[in-house]
């Protein structure tokens, strides 16, 4: 199934269910509010609609249940932290070793269970069938086409049968591409 939705693209495939958001020619950067990155709100948009959306303090309308969620290309932990928030078991990877210590670091400050891991994405340490929910945010477009193949089938390797899996890409026209540090 294919749709567009007002300047994004969704791909869903079954019976794991996956998505790729690409921004076509406009910055879908995320905020810095008070000197703390803001999980990007393609994230925050998918979770309410399809997973759960909160809906008081310590209270939420699960849409599915979801119990482990592995977000690849971590980072600086914005999205385990986000989700772990959010009473899910959340799991991270990236390849940048600095970038799992600040996670890290972030993630005891506020006290959340996360598990995070130093790796690669295109050899997963999780088993098969780990996952209800995969995410990424901004990675693939950052490796070749065989990596991010590679990277995919690992992704579809540690879901379950019936997970969701989140992607979202950068698109070449987006004024944002190419710019960036090295963390």
């Known amino acids: 199934t294919v749709k567009v939705l007002a300047g994004e693209q969704k791909y869903m495939y079954s019976p794991r269910q996956l998505w790729v ?94 598990e995070l891991e130093t790796g690669s994405a295109e050899t997963l340490p999780w088993t098969d069938d780990t996952f209800d929910l995969v995410v990424s945010d901004g990675v693939l477009d950052h490796v070749s086409f065989t990596e991010a193949k590679r990277i995919v089938d690992e992704v579809q390797r540690v879901s379950t049968p019936n997970a969701y899996i989140f992607l979202s890409l950068r698109s070449t026209a987006d004024s944002e591409c190419g710019r960036g540090e090295r963390v």
């Open 21 to 114: 958001w690409t921004t076509i020619g406009t910055t879908s950067r995320r905020k810095n509010r008070g000197g703390r990155w803001s999980p990007a709100e393609p994230m925050i948009r998918m979770t309410a609609r399809f997973i759960q959306r909160r809906t008081g303090i310590d209270s939420y309308d699960v849409k599915r249940p979801i119990e482990r969620v592995l977000d690849i290309g971590s980072g600086n932990g914005n999205h385990v932290m986000y989700f772990a928030e959010q009473g899910l078991s959340a799991a991270g990877i990236d390849i940048s070793e600095s970038a799992i210590d600040i996670a890290r670091e972030r993630v005891n400050r506020r006290g959340l269970d996360v």
